[in-house]
């Protein structure tokens, strides 16, 4: 027999029993099933439970029974037969789905600033549903806190949020006026916010997006983030949640801004969400512009799934000039980016590009 390991995978919402869905999962496949590891299963709750799965019928099996075996299982099952265990949880052990994963992880990273607020009060209680919403709980590290109008903490939220005239979030907001009206005319904001430590996988943000889906199904009207971005309920159920897969683009914002040489800043923002710097190419001229988006586009990505961008690394991009480099610098407190940063450009050995000093000058 082959090596136990614990994961998780996820019951789908089936007229069985997670016990009976499961069985029907493993005995496809031709693997041998304990009953007595099955009883303690039955502790009767609904379908939507997850069950704990020490080894896997395969993943070929599970695919066609609508199930998801997360990576760890999916390794048990490509090294050989392996034993078969079931024991009841509610959802504390179970690892995130491959999608979710971060295949570029490098540690020492960074850590992962969580950071949303959820305007409006709930209309009924907040029930999170693991089936239904995908969401495990609240992450380790990140607390949701209730933030009242007309407090002082209450207040001060709605004024840094929604402030037309004072800050880029509230200038942002009154890009869609309904959104705008319904926000300004909310009893409360939920603030959700904390540090994950320097996250394998990006199973945090999955259980977070699920948290706000429940809120805004609750009767919460609009999010916003740490990149200026805002959410009606249901662009955020459309956009973010249901695609139940992490993507970039959708939390980070790249930002350009007119240098007074009247070249181009690229900036972004957001980055901190994945424990990563915020990445900056200054000097952009209308030829570097559309290779200069590349690079950034490029180094969120990667990034996002984990990698690290190793301090003088070479930058080789179609478009750009030989000698470009990326040199972390900032710190937390930058309020540009709200996070360290790297700066892309010319080395101070390569040859000068109207608008850049290089990052060994700054």
Known sequence: MGETVW???????????PVDALRRVFVSAGTRVDEETLIPLRWGERPDVSACVAAAAGDRAARRNGLRICPEVQAVVASGPATLCLLPSKG???????????????????????AFWVFGDLKSGLAISAQRHRARGVPPGVEILRLARRTEDGDS?????????????GRALDEDPELARVVRGSDAVLRILGTVPDPENLGYLRDTIGIVQAMLEAGAVGVADQAFHWWSAETWGKDVFAPDRPLAGTFVNILGSEEESGDLWLHTRGMRLFGRPDLSV????????????????RFMNMQMLGGVIPDGQAVRVAGIPDGWVCAHTGDLEDPDF?????????????PSVRGWEGPADR
């Open 157 to 169: 939220a709605f004024a840094a949020f929604t402030d037309g005239d004072a800050s880029v979030v």
């Open 7 to 17: 994961a998780m995978a996820r019951v789908p919402p089936l007229a069985l029993d």
């Open 92 to 114: 504390t052990l179970m690892t995130t789905t491959s999608d979710w994963a971060r295949p570029h992880y490098a540690p020492d990273g960074g850590d992962a600033l969580v």
């Open 338 to 350: 709200n996070n360290v940063h790297v700066e892309i450009g010319p080395s101070r050995r390569s």
């Open 282 to 297: 200054r000097g952009v001229t209308e030829v570097l512009h559309e290779p200069a988006v590349a690079i950034v586009v």
